[in-house]
């Protein structure tokens, strides 16, 4: 895995913008992945329960993100935030690429906790989760990382010197191997407005009692 000479994650201006936010392996329509969401493998509940005072939104005008793809997978698995160079080349089964938006906006829950609770006060919330649980893991989504008018290239890598590699965004036609290939990464949201990043609670259930957990992994949205 490369070894970084930025954070792991963008740094726009604005410092209450969550750092912690995870990558998704591919980018979802935002209006497919709301904050307040309820998540499983298989099914998703959306809120009808919540409103504009129980978020917090901050953004920036300008967004860049370098990302590492899985070519066994094509998904996003790692981000690099804004940098400009790394100090180790990729994995055979890795490649790099760029995210570029005109805007990035985070929502998240200024109260998780007390959001769940609302959630609860309705009447189709519990039971959905009390049957998810006997079926694997369920999430409740309490940020999203959203850009708009994305665009998603394929990135290279070059000798920089000093041990460092500089990422290259591609444009065009690039030539690779003897071929030439689109620069474009093959991203179908079919939106304006796309969900790239997420920070989503575990829901345990103990007996009656609904909680909230640990951080859960992007894996349910694989």
Known sequence: MSALTSPLTPTPSNPMIPSEIALLPRPLAADGLSVGQLVSKDSKLNPSDLFDRDYDDVGCKWYKDVVILSTKT????????????VQNPLDSDTEMGTIEAEEMRVRSLK???????????????????????????????????????????????????????EVVREVGGEVRDGKRRDSGLDVQTGSKRDAVGVIMKRVIVEGDHVTLGDELSTELFE
């Open 74 to 85: 094509n998904t996003f698995t790692t981000s690099l935030g804004g940098t400009l160079l």
């Open 111 to 165: 109260d998780p906790n007390d959001a769940l609770s609302k959630r609860l006060a309705t009447g189709d919330t519990y039971p959905w989760i009390k049957e998810q649980v006997q079926k694997g893991d369920v999430g409740f989504v309490v940020a999203v990382r959203e850009v708009t008018n994305a665009s998603y290239k394929r990135a290279t890598l070059r000798d920089a010197g000093n041990g460092n590699w």
